[in-house]
């Protein structure tokens, strides 16, 4: 029940398209839901995040929609870039549980040129 | 300047033998976090350290983890004995910039030969 499950395991986009990438989650105690980037040899870095109450939220190129009923959220990248490319992980947190993250287990992404 | 630095990036130990890990956050934090990430797998949580006790742990973090605020400022992880399936990279985070915010440092890669 504590699991997020995240796929797409690896995409390939050429630059200028959309990246999608979809996780599912199942424990409806989550309250925070973020999506990291992590280049080679480097820590996650937070990209964008939402909370459960909201169904889309936007920051530049990055967008996640949030389906509640379902238990989905997604990350959809708009006009892909080479360095964009990266692994991206969904994450799910848990306020009532030392705000811990559970992560999926991540898309690596490659944006062609 | 990064908020929170690891140290050593890099650390090659003997089987069986201790290390430690190093954390450093800009700032004073309440909340501590220890995360590992096998080579090519998605980051997993070990340890949650707050107000200078241990809050919650995964079945990952057994007697042969441990943590500690020495000096009130470093925050460390020591692995007693290491196993070769302790190599990994080691990430520290800190929850930072309100309700959301949650910072990870670069990491430590160690490889236990």
């Known amino acids: 029940q504590q699991q997020v499950k995240q796929s797409p395991q690896s995409l390939i986009v050429q630059k200028g398209g959309i990246s999608i990438i979809n996780c599912a989650y199942e424990n409806t105690a989550f309250d925070y839901f973020p999506w990291y980037q992590q280049f080679p040899g480097k820590g996650p870095a937070l990209l964008i995040a939402?909370?459960?109450?909201?169904s889309e939220k936007k920051e530049g190129r990055f967008t996640i929609s949030f389906n509640k009923s379902a238990k989905q959220f997604s990350l959809h990248i708009m006009d892909s870039q080479p360095g964009d490319s990266a692994t991206y992980f969904c994450?799910?947190?848990?306020?009532?549980?030392?705000?811990?993250?559970?992560f999926g287990k991540g898309t690596l992404l490659t944006v062609n040129p | 300047e990064p908020e929170v630095t690891q140290t050593p990036s890099h650390q090659v130990t003997q089987m069986g033998q201790e290390v430690i890990l190093r954390c450093v956050p800009i700032?004073?934090?309440?909340?501590f976090y220890w995360y590992r990430q096998i080579l090519g797998q998605k980051v997993e949580f070990l340890v949650s350290?707050?107000?200078?006790?241990?809050?919650?742990k995964s079945e990952i973090f057994d007697d042969q983890f441990s943590v500690e605020r020495p000096d009130g400022s470093n925050f460390t992880l020591k692995i007693r004995s290491t196993k070769l399936e302790d190599s990994a990279m080691y990430f520290c985070?800190?929850?930072?910039?309100?309700?959301?915010?949650?910072?990870f440092g670069s990491g430590t890669r160690l490889t236990v030969v």
């Open positions: 350290f707050y107000n200078n006790e241990i809050s919650e």
């Open positions: 939402i909370r459960p109450d909201v």
């Open positions: 994450a799910a947190r848990r306020s009532d549980s030392n705000y811990k993250l559970t």
């Open positions: 700032s004073n934090h309440l909340y």
């Open positions: 985070a800190i929850r930072t910039g309100g309700v959301y915010g949650y910072t």
